[in-house]
């Protein structure tokens, strides 16, 4: 019953077409509308709104939620955690999963990224040889680095769920292990990257993410577990 609830209001926002922010039925509303108790109608918002499809604002209403991948992020950080803690090699699995998309999305690049990008990334570069040179760390320019690279393929999702990898993988890192890095290859693989996409060279893009991440990847296998 609370299930199917939930899947006749997530219609209900499809079909009104309900973008981000909309105010939803009310309580009384959805009783009628659904044919359902106060308290399942409650249910099933709760259970909606874990999930970021609706938001409960006491006192105002219900609103259509921010549609956001943050459960996705908590999902894939507890999982590697947990994985981590039972002896598996979750943080390396998460580290692949990401691999594994950007590896495959990076030949599509090579040659068609526009020259005000191309410029961004170059200063973005930059700005990771000085961060090195000054000992800073080297985490925030990487990840606009890598969303300004795949901004280009106009995929606002697909922006999102790279985002939700990044989020997981960095803050579990964060968490559980001290990945060392030495600053002067992430940079120079970073140039390698983009002088790659450039070029219009496909075969050499891809070969360059995969060099990147097998660097990520034997830091990460030298931490242990």
Request: with cysteine; charged share 30%; net charge negative.
């Amino acid at each position: 019953m609370a299930r199917d609830l939930q899947e006749r209001i997530k219609k209900l926002i499809i079909d009104r077409r309900l973008p981000s922010g909309a105010v939803l039925p009310t309580e009384p509303e959805l009783m009628a509308l659904l044919g359902a108790s106060r308290n399942s109608v409650r249910e099933a918002l709760k259970a909606l709104q874990a999930m970021g499809i609706v938001e409960i604002r006491h006192g105002f209403g219900t609103y259509v939620g921010p549609m956001s991948l943050a459960p996705m992020i908590e999902g894939l950080a507890f999982r590697t955690v947990a994985g981590h803690y039972r002896g598996e090699d979750s943080l390396l699995e998460l580290l692949e999963l990401r691999e594994a998309v950007e590896a495959g999305l990076v030949s599509r690049l090579a040659g068609r990224i526009p020259e005000p990008d191309l410029a961004e990334l170059d200063a973005l570069v930059d700005r990771m040889e000085r961060e090195a040179e000054q000992g800073s760390g080297l985490a925030e320019t990487d990840r606009a680095f890598h969303a300004t690279l795949y901004r280009g393929l106009g995929n606002v999702l697909l922006s999102e769920v790279l985002e939700a990898f990044w989020d997981a993988f960095h803050r579990v890192r964060t968490d559980l292990v001290e990945v060392p890095q030495n600053p002067e290859v992430t940079c120079r693989q970073h140039r390698e990257i983009l002088d790659a996409v450039r070029s219009g060279d496909s075969v050499r893009a891809e070969r360059a993410i995969r060099d990147h991440f097998l660097n990520i990847r034997q830091r990460v296998a030298s931490t242990g577990r």
